[in-house]
């Protein structure tokens, strides 16, 4: 599953993003052997390559396998109760939110975020919380989470599509299907986002952080995912509404208190009018429209037949 998922990853980027004049393919992802969760990028040669540790692929692999078989989450996708659809919907899960990862590291790589390789590249980390006083480095990270979000749309709306459909066993009309994909996506973020342990933050400390609260990347990807929706499924934006949002963060709250009890920080608030703008120094607006810029220009992978 592994090696099929990095093939069709690959060749997504491929197509997405060709190859250099040396024939390699200007970005290419594979798993690497360390003993922290975490996903990078880095330029070497003028390839980009998008790194994800392992035991970030086994977290990735246990919120897939919480979600799938938690029942109040499964009931959305009828798997409730069966633990053979409920498998399906582990995959469908896992091969989500690693297209979600590997989307926020293309999208630092296209941002010019990486660094040259170095003895320590592990410099960036998708869950690593602590760090320097930085918030130009937190908008960077929201900046990737949307070019994550688009990544991860294409895959699920456009390349992976009839797959997922066939194996959930969904046998709706169109724009059901739809509705259908989208969920699977918001579920997926929002159970790595918030069944990891949530950092509580305060307006003294915001800054010490490497990435912005969870809450608030969850507020972004939700904003990439309704204007994705808005350019390329038009209509289905109206799908993504405070109530959906918030059902889907209850059930998330659930899933947390049948394991290790945590608070769960700012799940009961409205998250679409929420104004991250205090915490982050860039406006909504302003990151949204940078990704619609680069992202709209047809050269990447948002044109609905590209990207993997
Ligand atoms: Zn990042």
């Not at 040259?116 to 130009?136: A, C, K, S, Y």
């Not at 949307?146 to 066939?166: A, S």
């Not at 409205?270 to 810029?293: C, G, T, V, W, Y």
Request: glycine share 10%; aromatic share 10%; net charge negative.
């Amino acid at each position: 599953m592994l090696v099929d998922l990095q093939a069709s990853l690959n060749a997504g980027l491929l197509e997405a993003h060709g190859s250099l004049p040396s024939g390699h393919p200007r970005f290419h992802f594979d798993y690497i052997d360390s003993s922290r969760p975490n996903a990078l990028a880095f330029g070497d040669e003028g390839i980009s390559f998008i790194g994800i540790t392992l035991p970030l692929i086994e977290r990735l692999w246990q919120v897939s396998d919480r979600l799938a078989r938690f029942d109040d989450i499964a009931r959305h996708f009828n798997a409730n109760g069966n633990t053979e659809k409920a498998q399906r919907l582990f995959n469908e899960f896992f091969g989500t939110l690693l297209t979600f990862v590997v989307g926020h590291e293309r999208g630092h790589g296209l941002l010019g975020h990486r660094r040259e390789i170095d003895p320590t590249p592990l410099w960036d980390g998708i869950v690593q919380t602590h760090g320097e006083r930085d918030l130009q480095r937190q908008a960077r990270e929201v900046d990737a989470d949307g070019y994550g979000t688009y990544f991860t749309l294409v895959n699920v709306m456009r390349n992976r599509r009839d797959r997922i459909i066939r194996s959930l066993g969904f046998d709706g009309e169109k724009g059901d299907a739809n509705k259908m994909l989208l969920k699977l996506f918001i579920v997926a973020a929002g159970g790595y986002f918030f069944t990891s342990t949530l950092f509580v933050v305060s307006d003294a400390d915001i800054d010490t952080k490497t990435h912005p609260p969870q809450a608030i990347r969850m507020h972004y990807v939700m904003h990439a995912a309704r204007q994705w929706c808005a350019e390329f499924e038009p209509g289905l934006e109206s799908f993504l509404t405070v109530e959906l949002f918030q059902t889907v963060m209850e059930a998330l709250k659930r899933l947390r208190q049948s394991g290790t009890v945590q608070t769960f920080g700012y799940c009961s608030q409205n998250f679409l009018n929420l104004a991250p703008d205090a915490l982050i120094e860039r406006d909504l607006s302003k990151h949204m429209q940078r990704i619609r810029d680069t992202e709209g220009k047809g050269t990447l992978d948002n044109t609905g037949d590209a990207a993997g």
